[in-house]
């Protein structure tokens, strides 16, 4: 297990430097900084300030030697000048991820217990009212924009807040500007406050598909020999269910989660910015805004390793959990 | 059941001894249409999806109001004179719903069937040379497949200057690789079956093998997939749009219609919740189509037992 680990992690290196080359060379050819600098600037900056900024931003490198400079400065823990002077990109991407971690951290984590509550719910009353009922909610969730459902809970939530009186739901941004009385508890509340409705919002992304998901794997499951033999031999239904079933059923499930994650990172930045949070989904529109090279690379960098650490995660959890499976 | 005609019965008009139990000869395609046919949920689906469809592209043609033109009224709730009412600026908003729901379809097909093709040459090119050349392509596919969609769609769109097809092309030149990866576990069992081998005998080239062979018999996951994929183009399509990296003005898409809108959920209501019912509408019906079309390609699997 350890032997596969180590090999899994050293096969990723050669991946992910291929997959960043590629969109490395997709980001520098998506649009041209120099020529926004030299145009949207009044007074025009003159030919030699042109020239500084390209040198600056490394426009007037080949893409191959960029690209080795840029890998190789990461390394470093050096991620390459920005188009905006005096941002530390390095710093600008770890503080905007602790931002974003609490927010797709907690609405995975919402929706897989509720996909599971209502995928093995649909799966037991197959066929009833409360199936087609949660099937008909699964396809109309597969199908809602996530921007105008979002944009909707956000009207719930000043509703919710003018209705109470209070201030607990934030619409805007991660946390409070500012607070009345600085106490742990007063910011961990506003905390909570704020992560509610965006969580929700991100959650609904994956929580259809993973319902359908669950019930299916769930229905397989159900319809097996072993889970006949199980009542067969007296055992009671529930435990029959949770015990022998759902077990089972729910190892497909942590592939599906490893593979969507990509879905949900995209989903984040919709998300953050109809809350208008400082998150990495901030960071990524702003720099395909102002075509800030470097900036867009850390972004994908870190969406690329936390999608093959997530790929990576679930394999061996898959290991771990069904015991057929052995990986020497 | 019409379909099986009892011997001796009326109209078939042999005798009973030399007729047993016959079933009328059917195509593939006849069947798999009857299947269709008989799935509620898509049919129903279908004619919606057909109706938004002509509507949208015929529909801008009748209107009396231009999506790009000014009138006189703003900010007027929906009336007979301006069914889905007017914006702040006093554009009508039946007008724009329809031209945004024309690119947003015309973006969302153009996708579906750009990386369906794409994908699908692809796909049963390296499932039929197997080995080296299926491992590289194969190994290219999954590359495409790690990069986030909507992350890598939105710097490349960003340069688009918000031409529709471009907006298709970068979008289809992320999702090809889900369909080469379906394709090529269908080609690769195609492959092994009796009629290539004979047409290779008959000596078949290997691209009249892959075209007229290979592809025309995994057309029904090439199909599902293709449908699958228009409804997650719209819902890309839109998204980018909202954040600004999609259609721009003034040309308009239902993703910059809802984004125009979110400030005026409460006071012009019309404008927020009309395209965006436009968009599940279109995602909605789509998806049951598919999973029509799923079930008559492949009634093992059938999800919604008659």
Do not use: C
């Not at chain 1, 199980?230 to 989660?257: D, F, M, Q, S």
């Amino acid at each position: 297990m350890l032997a596969y680990t180590v090999r899994r992690i050293l096969v990723s290196v050669p991946v992910l430097i291929v997959s960043t080359f590629v969109v490395f060379l997709v980001v520098i050819n998506s649009g041209d900084p120099v020529a926004n600098f030299a145009t949207s600037r009044q007074p025009a900056p003159s030919k030699a300030a042109v020239a500084a900024f390209a040198r600056h931003i490394h426009a007037d490198q080949p893409a191959v030697e960029r690209y080795w400079n840029w890998i190789t400065g990461v390394l470093h823990g050096d991620f390459g000048p920005s188009v905006q002077t005096n941002l530390n990109i390095g710093h600008d991407l770890f503080t905007r991820f602790r931002v974003t971690v609490t927010l797709v951290a907690a609405s995975i984590v919402i929706a897989l217990i509720m996909a599971v509550i209502f995928g093995v719910f649909s799966a037991i009353r197959q066929y009833s009212v409360a199936d087609y009922v949660i099937t008909f909610l699964g396809f109309l969730f597969l199908a809602m924009p996530v921007f105008w459902f979002a944009v909707l809970l956000k009207q719930a939530g000043i509703w919710f807040n003018q209705q109470t009186g209070s201030q607990f739901l934030g619409t805007i941004g991660e946390k409070s500007p500012y607070l009345d009385v600085d106490t742990t508890w007063n910011e961990f509340t506003d905390h909570i406050g704020h992560l509610v409705l965006p969580t929700i919002t991100l959650a609904l992304v994956s929580f259809a598909s993973w319902t359908r998901y669950t019930r299916a794997s769930m229905l397989e499951v159900l319809n097996s020999d072993y889970i006949r033999l199980a009542r067969a031999k007296g055992l009671r239904r529930g435990k029959v269910l949770v015990r022998h079933a759902l077990r089972t059923a729910l190892i497909p499930l942590t592939t599906v989660t490893a593979l969507d994650i990509a879905i949900v990172l995209g989903g984040a930045v919709i998300t953050e910015t109809i809350f208008q949070w400082h998150g990495m989904g901030e960071m990524l529109v702003q720099s395909a805004q102002t075509v800030d090279v470097y900036r867009t690379m850390a972004w994908l960098l870190l969406s690329a390793v936390v999608v093959i650490g997530f790929n990576l995660v679930a394999d061996l959890l898959y290991a771990v959990l069904d015991p057929r499976i052995r990986y020497d | 059941m019409t379909d099986i005609e009892a011997p001796g019965s009326a109209g078939t008009g042999l005798p009973r001894a030399d007729h047993e139990f016959t079933v009328r000869h059917r195509t593939q395609t006849q069947l798999v249409l009857r299947r269709f046919v008989r799935h509620r949920a898509a049919m129903v689906s279908l004619v919606v999806f057909v109706l938004i469809v002509l509507w949208a592209f015929i529909g801008p043609h009748l209107w009396h109001y231009s999506y790009q033109k000014y009138t006189a009224d703003n900010s007027q709730a929906p009336s007979w004179k301006h069914p889905f009412g007017t914006n702040a600026s006093g554009y009508d908003a039946y007008a724009q719903v329809m031209r945004g729901t024309q690119t947003s379809l015309e973006v969302a097909i153009l996708i579906a069937l750009g990386s369906t093709v794409v994908g699908a040459v692809w796909g049963a090119v390296a499932g039929f040379y197997r080995g080296v050349v299926d491992a590289v392509m194969m190994r290219i596919a999954d590359l495409v497949l790690t990069l986030p969609l909507f992350a890598i769609a939105l710097v490349i769109s960003s340069r688009s200057g918000g031409a529709w097809y471009w907006i298709a092309v970068v979008i289809a030149g992320l999702t090809w690789a889900y369909v080469s990866r379906v394709v090529r576990s269908a080609v690769l069992s195609l492959r092994e079956k009796e009629f290539v081998e004979a047409a290779r005998a008959l000596g078949a080239s290997d691209a009249w093998i892959i075209f007229r062979h290979l592809l025309p018999n995994a057309l029904g996951p090439i199909i599902v997939n293709a449908t699958v994929l228009v409804a997650t183009g719209i819902l890309t399509e839109t998204a980018l749009s909202f954040v600004g990296f999609g259609v721009q003005p003034p040309d308009t898409s239902l993703g910059l219609l809802v984004s125009q809108a979110q400030t005026a959920v409460d006071t012009r209501p019309w404008l927020f919740y009309i395209p965006g019912f436009f968009i599940i509408a279109i995602a909605l019906t789509i998806n049951f189509i598919g999973d029509g079309l799923r079930d008559a390609f492949d009634p093992r699997q059938q999800r919604v037992r008659q």
